[in-house]
């Protein structure tokens, strides 16, 4: 069987409000393509078929598995990843709660719970215990850091609202 | 993890996807939220050589109403569907099921149309759709058809939808009278799929008992089943414990079950039974409050 050459094809992507033209695979996932095409190592790779969270990014708003979304299907949407997050001012108040709550172990998770959190704030800056465990049902974290993720959602909202 | 090589088009209009369908031939797929498709393709249990993307297609998304009821767009998230205030005052079916989907990633991303279309014998859209007595709006070559629910669900991961067809919209008709809905789910505590789900739909009078229910049953067996035998034993009952949990005796009746690692076939006929009775318990709350 001859194996057939497909060809690569011209994506836009906005990543962190900047704007990449990248000529990828229409197979390559939007994951790969941050990772090996763009160098944006802090979206991770573990299970690559949406278990475990990991690859999650903010798309327009909400957070998805960029392990199940293709680059060339990403054209369009306004993409956040965890490089994103800090500002002109330091640390997004998310990630200074991460750190000041002592919210990981191996860190493996940390990118896609801080996602989720922000995603979770930017829509309810006064979420309930419950609101927070949902929002981040799809991370997983096998360090089991769960009370402390818990607790710097908390501490970010304190934070967000009283600025 | 990387899906076989495939060519990739954005079409714009459903005619544009059915064209390509049709010129393409049946190694093209339709990609919608992916979230079936795309651990498949991974897995390289599917390796479609022509991926046709739907997410261009406005025509294909939204929630509006038609006739007294109510069309949904194939795709419409699950979480559009979820948190949608139209579908939340007559059908709350739809914010509880769709809650239950998966976790916040696969529910901003995955859709209604693609999950009825992918037939998951574990999915939560197609026992909602049985319940509902929902139409299937069907486009492709020669034009439109409809499809009842009861006859879209086929067999394990087999709809009706032939290869060269798109489903458009989900139709949900106007329920007359004092209607109660419910959806209980077992869910597989890791993935969220369901174990076993069941949704029940009652229809009241002013005296409490059921003039008409519709129950239907996923994760269960191959495929999203209506539970006939328990429909039967409820309808011209009064709605109360004894006559629901009777009722529920029955079902499963008829019901392949399957079993897995996770569940036996014996534990997912227990839960069968279980479920249908908290579900037509919840209904008929509902439509007595
Ligand atoms: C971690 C995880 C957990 C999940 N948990 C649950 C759960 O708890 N409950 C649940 O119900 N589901 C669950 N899912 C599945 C999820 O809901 C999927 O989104 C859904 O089953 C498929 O929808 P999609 O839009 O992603 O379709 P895709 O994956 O894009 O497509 C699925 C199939 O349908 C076809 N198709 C799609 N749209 C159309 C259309 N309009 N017309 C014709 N054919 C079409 C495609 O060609 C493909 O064959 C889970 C998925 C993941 C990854
Ligand atoms: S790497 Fe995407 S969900 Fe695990
Ligand atoms: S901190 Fe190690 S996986 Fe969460």
């Given at each position: 069987m001859a194996t057939r050459e497909t060809s690569k094809v011209p994506v836009n992507l906005d990543i962190n409000g900047e704007q990449y033209d990248v000529l990828v695979e229409p197979r390559r996932t939007l994951l790969d393509c941050l990772r090996e095409d763009?160098?944006?190592t802090g979206t991770k790779r573990v299970c690559d078929v949406g278990n475990c969270g990991a690859c999650t990014v903010i798309a327009d708003g909400r957070t998805g598995y960029s392990c199940?979304?293709?680059a060339v299907e990403s054209e369009g949407l306004k993409i956040t990843t965890i490089e994103g997050l800090a500002g002109e001012d330091g640390l997004h108040p998310v990630q200074q709660a991460f750190i000041q709550e002592d919210a990981l172990q191996c860190g493996f998770c940390t990118p896609g719970q801080v996602l989720?959190?922000?995603s979770l704030l930017e829509r309810n800056s006064d979420p309930s215990d419950e609101e927070i465990r949902l929002a981040v049902s799809g991370n997983l974290c096998r360090c089991g850091a769960y009370p402390k993720i818990f607790r710097a959602a908390r501490t970010a909202a304190q934070i967000m609202s009283s600025k | 993890m990387i899906p076989a090589e495939f060519d990739y088009y954005a079409p714009t209009s459903v005619q544009e996807a059915i064209g390509l369908l049709q010129e393409k031939g049946p190694e093209a797929k339709l990609l919608a939220g992916g979230h079936s498709l795309v651990p498949l393709m991974k897995l390289r249990l599917a390796a479609?050589?022509?991926l046709i993307d739907l997410n261009r297609i406005a025509e294909l998304r939204g929630i509006r109403s038609s006739d007294g009821g109510v069309a949904i767009g194939a795709m419409t998230t699950h979480s559009e569907v979820e948190s949608s205030p139209e579908l939340a005052d007559r059908w709350p079916i739809f914010h509880v099921a769709g809650a239950m989907i998966g976790d916040p990633m696969v529910r901003h991303r995955g859709t209604i149309g693609g999950s009825l279309a992918h037939a998951d014998?574990?999915?939560?859209?197609p026992a909602v759709a049985l319940a509902l007595d929902a139409r299937m709006h069907i486009a492709g070559p020669n034009g439109e058809r409809v499809v009842p629910a009861g006859e879209f669900f086929v067999d394990m991961l087999t709809s009706a939808l032939e290869p060269d067809e798109v489903l458009t919209e989900i139709e949900i008709p106007a329920l007359e009278g004092r209607v109660g809905m419910a959806y209980e789910?077992?869910?597989h505590p890791a993935s969220g799929y369901a174990v076993v789900g069941v949704?029940?739909?009652v229809v009241t009078d002013g005296s409490g008992s059921c003039q008409d229910c519709r129950v239907a049953i996923t994760g269960a067996g191959p495929k999203a089943t209506r539970a006939t035998g328990v429909e039967e034993a409820l309808k011209g009952r009064p709605l109360d414990e004894q006559s629901i949990s009777a009722a529920a005796e029955r079902a499963g009746e008829g019901m392949a079950f399957l079993g897995d690692i996770y569940a036996s076939e014996e534990y997912r006929e227990h839960l069968t039974k279980v479920y249908t009775?908290?579900?037509?318990l919840a209904a008929a709350r509902s439509a007595q409050g």
């Open positions: 763009l160098g944006l199940l979304m293709l989720s959190v922000v | 479609p050589s022509v014998p574990a999915g939560d859209w789910k077992f869910r949704a029940a739909v009775k908290r579900a037509l």
